[in-house]
């Protein structure tokens, strides 16, 4: 019996500090090294003597990544050690080669880790392929603390997005009859719950706080495999993230941006935003247009460009900016003032 088909898996973390010597020696031997030059730099010495196949990431672009991928020899695991990128090109090279793969995040504000499934982007558009699980999945204080605080800090955004993804969710419901199931939804909301009380830990960045963190993206990921799609976590707050990489063209530190997204898609649906103004103040993650790398006028035009985003991007799952309509620009400033960023 294929008990797979029963419970969803999900990538479990081991979690302590110098556990990248714990994994069996023959995959350190013969490694391929998806990384980035700062992890890098850490993990380097458990490889030293052996000689790694090492590829710096750069891009997630599908042909790129294929490229590379078939470019590299023979070898007994695969390793991403880094951000979002790395372990998203190892979950690549693992699914194409089929070699154990191994996951050792840099930093904790993104959920690539923790998924199967593969981003890539091909130009503008991120499409998700594959399914691939790490044989070893290390949370690494050590590796962790070594980047800055704020690309830790910033991994609580993917949780935050629950606050305005659940909103969408009972409206879709009451709206449109769409599937909705209460004990996925509570559970979603007890996540928010745990996230929001570890706000001291989170911003400090101290192990319990990381390793909030990670529970949380596990059990995040579970609810979503149990439902069948990002439902519980991801709606409008997301969608505003979207439209502004659309618009401006530029990337952002995707944990904040979404903390941004969260403010104006929760000001827009009319929620009592001081649970998450209160949240970020004490995680210290500042989503400000200014820190997140926007101006105000970009924001507005953003918010006023989402009710033709999102006729335009029709995969989205119905949100608030559906059910509303367009923003008008007297609108769009309300929502900025009620958000606090103008
Ligand atoms: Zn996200």
Redesign the pocket.
């Given at each position: 019996m294929d008990l797979s088909k029963q419970e969803p898996r999900v990538a479990r973390p081991s979690y302590g500090r110098d556990l990248l010597r714990s994994v069996p020696a023959a995959y350190r031997a013969q490694a391929i090294v998806l990384t980035q030059p700062e992890p890098w730099e850490l993990v380097a010495p458990v490889f030293s003597g052996h000689a790694p196949q090492l590829h710096m990431v750069e891009t997630m672009e599908h042909a790129r990544v294929r490229e590379v991928t078939q470019g590299f020899e023979r070898a007994r695991a695969v390793w991403g050690v880094g951000g979002g990128s790395a372990l998203d090109h190892a979950k690549y090279v693992a699914w194409q080669t089929g070699l154990p793969l191994v996951l050792v995040p840099s930093i904790l504000s993104?959920?690539a880790g923790f998924t199967k499934a593969i981003g890539v982007r091909e130009g503008s558009r991120v499409r998700y392929v594959g399914e691939v699980y790490p044989e070893h999945f290390l949370v690494d204080f050590g590796v962790l603390e070594a980047a800055p605080p704020l690309l830790n800090r910033a991994g609580v955004?993917?949780i935050l997005?629950i606050f305005t993804a659940l909103w969408d969710w009972r409206e879709a419901h009451a709206r449109l009859g769409e599937r909705y199931d209460a004990a996925i939804a509570a559970e979603a909301e007890g996540l928010l719950g745990r996230l929001l009380s570890g706000a001291d830990a989170i911003g400090r960045v101290s192990d319990a706080g990381l390793e909030l963190l990670a529970e949380l993206y596990v059990g995040e990921v579970l609810l979503c495999e149990r439902f069948g799609n990002a439902r519980p976590e991801?709606g409008s707050e997301?969608y505003v993230?979207y439209c502004i990489e659309h618009l401006t063209e530029r990337h952002y530190l995707?944990?904040a941006l979404?903390g941004l997204g969260v403010l104006l898609a929760g000001a827009y649906q009319g929620q009592d935003l001081r649970p998450v103004k209160d949240f970020l103040r004490a995680v210290q993650l500042d989503c400000s247009p200014r820190a997140v790398g926007l101006s105000t006028d970009e924001v507005l035009r953003a918010l006023m460009a989402m009710g033709d985003y999102v006729r335009q991007e029709s995969q989205l799952l119905p949100g608030v900016f559906h059910f509303r309509g367009g923003v008008t620009e007297s609108d769009a400033r309300d929502v900025m003032a009620e958000a606090g960023i103008i």
């Open positions: 993104v959920d955004g993917d997005s991801e997301h993230a995707h944990g979404v």
